[in-house]
């Protein structure tokens, strides 16, 4: 059990029972990273580090930061797999864009059978796959922060628990998000 203080209650959690962590700020910001682990696959990147945004509407993943080595053929797989199962399909404006000519980012409605974030399994897991080969980006959006419950400790880090899968995946705006796993690269 840990015991924590929120607006002048006790809060008692089970670390057996809910998805929980703590996670640091990067030293003297008000940024905070986590290490995100992938399912097995020789495809995959055996794991990655994320960024929370509060500014993120949805959890983003850009394909560099998934995928190790993507190939022109596998790229091209995944891209017509994207496209042509009628996923659901979104454009994202990012606020520190000032290049007026790079536009909006094209992202797809995609799930993972399970990721860690840290050391906690999470199934089903949904997010916005980012068609880029470039940037390896992987932003934690206000879908996933706010289906936790927080509390900020007085060494200036985070604690998320109460995690609620649910309640990420009925905000997410895809109504019908691809399974990466069904797909052979």
């Given at each position: 059990?840990?015991?924590?203080?929120?607006?002048?209650?006790?809060?008692?959690?089970?670390?057996t029972?809910a998805?929980?962590?703590e996670i640091e700020?990067?030293?003297g910001?008000?940024v905070?990273t986590?290490?995100?682990?992938?399912?097995?696959?020789?495809?995959?990147?055996d794991s990655?580090?994320g960024v929370?945004?509060t500014?993120?509407?949805?959890?983003?993943?850009?394909m560099?930061?998934l995928?190790?080595?993507?190939?022109?053929?596998q790229?091209?797989?995944?891209?017509n797999?994207?496209?042509n199962?009628g996923?659901t399909k979104?454009?994202?404006?990012s606020a520190k864009n000032?290049?007026?000519?790079?536009g909006?980012?094209?992202?797809?409605?995609?799930?993972?059978?399970s990721?860690?974030?840290?050391?906690r399994?999470i199934?089903?897991?949904?997010?916005?796959?980012?068609?880029?080969?470039?940037?390896?980006?992987?932003?934690?959006?206000?879908?996933?922060i706010?289906?936790?419950?927080?509390?900020?400790?007085?060494?200036g880090?985070?604690y998320?628990?109460?995690?609620?899968?649910?309640a990420?995946?009925?905000?997410m705006k895809?109504?019908?998000?691809?399974?990466?796993l069904s797909?052979?690269?």
């Open positions: 059990m840990k015991k924590f203080t929120k607006n002048d209650k006790d809060i008692y959690i089970d670390r029972s998805l929980d962590f700020a990067l030293k910001r008000n905070f986590v290490d995100i682990s992938f399912p097995s696959s020789k495809a995959y990147r990655a580090i929370f945004d500014g993120a509407s949805n959890t983003i993943i850009s560099k930061a995928y190790k080595n993507l190939t022109d053929k790229y091209n797989i995944l891209k797999a994207l496209v199962n996923t979104r454009e994202f404006s000032n290049d007026k000519n790079s909006d980012i094209e992202a797809f409605y995609c799930t993972l059978p990721i860690k974030i840290p050391e399994d199934k089903d897991f949904p997010f916005y796959m980012m068609d880029d080969r470039e940037r390896s980006l992987i932003l934690i959006g206000y879908d996933f706010s289906s936790c419950d927080t509390v900020q400790l007085r060494n880090n985070m998320f628990y109460n995690f609620d899968i649910g990420m995946q009925n905000k895809g109504d019908n998000p691809l399974n990466l797909i052979s690269i």
